[in-house]
């Protein structure tokens, strides 16, 4: 079980002029290595059995590659999709204003996940160096602007695509010779995708919440990048030999590397 659970109200007032409720938590599940260490998302299906489990597999994380964290995640449920910049905003600095007492940079230390990114961070320490004094220590996944990392954004896709690497050889697969298929276009599989296409490796499909594509010539993955990053949806995706497939006919498709990098 886990050492601290925090759940909190996060009542924000939206565009609509009407005041939104939403829950916040943080879960530390094992500090015994050193501070907490996790992620927080924004997300509709967010609640404190998922925060539960998750912040357990960061526990497990943080001991496997050795280095001197604990456990923790956190997040609100809030349809991040659908809000904008402003409401978003709102939203982080009132829930760090909420759970602040049990951060730091020595006890739990936040980072992005589902739906946030370096803004979302720039803004929670921001919050947090209001009441703290300025804390660059008290987020990973900052603006390079703000001392985050080089190469941070990168880094979990990037991971992805070294474990490929090293077992391509054990499983007789030559990353050059090899289609990749990546269920998920969102940080990580979008930058999977796209290390992957440094080594040679084809895309040959991909699926987001909207659905799925395929091309047996293989596609773009900087190209598909961009058209996500500026919030298009990869289904409206048009170009040769391009075709637009159900989510269950993605798993279908030949290829010697999938990449599972939806939700959960």
């Not at 009132?94 to 006890?107: A, H, N, Q, Y």
Request: charged share 25%; with cysteine.
């Amino acid at each position: 079980s886990s050492y601290r659970e925090v759940q909190v109200q996060v009542p924000v007032r939206l565009g609509d002029g009407k005041v939104h409720v939403f829950s916040g938590y943080r879960v530390q599940h094992n500090g015994a290595r050193g501070p907490y260490k996790g992620g927080i998302r924004f997300h509709p299906e967010v609640d404190l059995d998922e925060v539960r489990a998750l912040a357990q597999l960061m526990t497990w994380k943080t001991a496997i590659v050795g280095i001197p964290y604990g456990g923790a995640k956190g997040g609100v449920n809030c349809p991040a999709s659908d809000l904008d910049a402003e409401a978003q905003q709102k939203i982080a600095r009132s829930f760090m204003d909420k759970i602040e007492k049990v951060l730091g940079p020595t006890r739990d230390i936040p980072a992005p996940d589902v739906n946030t990114n370096a803004q979302t961070m720039a803004w929670l320490m921001d919050e947090y160096g209001k009441l703290h004094g300025h804390t660059p220590a008290c987020v990973t996944g900052k603006p390079i602007a703000l001392e985050g990392s080089y190469g941070r954004e990168a880094a979990t896709g990037r991971g992805v695509v070294y474990l490929f690497r090293e077992a391509a050889p054990k499983v007789d697969i030559k990353p050059s010779e090899a289609r990749a298929v990546v269920q998920g276009y969102g940080n990580v599989g979008s930058w999977a995708a796209r290390i992957l296409q440094q080594l040679g490796t084809k895309l040959v499909g991909a699926s987001d919440a909207s659905g799925a594509i395929r091309c047996d010539a293989g596609m773009d993955a900087t190209e598909l990048a961009e058209h996500v990053r500026e919030g298009g949806d990869l289904s409206e995706v048009e170009g040769d030999g391009i075709e637009q497939i159900s989510p269950d006919e993605l798993l279908e498709i030949e290829c010697e590397v999938f990449i599972p990098a939806a939700l959960g």
